[in-house]
Nanobody
Framework: QVQLVESGGGLVQPGGSLRLSCAAS????????IGWFRQAPGKEREGVSY????????YYLDSVKGRFTISRDNAKNTVYLQMNSLKPEDTAVYYC???????????????WGQGTQVTVSS
């Protein structure tokens, strides 16, 4: 049974850091692209970052470039999103998802986690 479980969200002050984890089960992580998406209240879901199956291709939303880093631990079957220099506009529910393609298009993602809330506020 394919499952993706996010963790690591929380409340952080502007300028702070969080590391989100996406624990995968039921499939081999490095056979798939894993993407991170977010959705803020009243806004559409947007793609934040992905890491290709080979690990050789990454993508970052322009607004998070230089602040967020995606990585993978194959031994733990877990993908991480390290988020530094957080801003209030990063506040959203963050989701990880699985895709057979190296793309940020949501339609290419077949399994999604339940999401983890990130709130950036003083």
């Amino acid at each position: 049974q394919v499952q993706l479980v996010e963790s690591g969200g929380g409340l952080v002050q502007p300028g702070g850091s969080l590391r989100l984890s996406c624990a995968a089960s039921g499939f081999t992580l490095n056979d798939y692209t894993i993407g991170w998406f977010r959705q803020a209240p009243g806004k559409e879901r947007e793609g934040v970052s992905y890491l290709s199956s080979s690990g050789g291709v990454t993508y970052y939303l322009d607004s998070v470039k230089g602040r967020f880093t995606i990585s993978r631990d194959n031994a733990k079957n877990t993908v991480y999103l390290q988020m530094n220099s957080l801003k209030p506009e990063d506040t959203a529910v963050y989701y990880c998802a699985r895709s057979g393609r190296a793309s940020m298009r949501p339609g290419f993602y077949d399994y999604w986690g339940q999401g983890t809330q990130v709130t950036v506020s003083s």
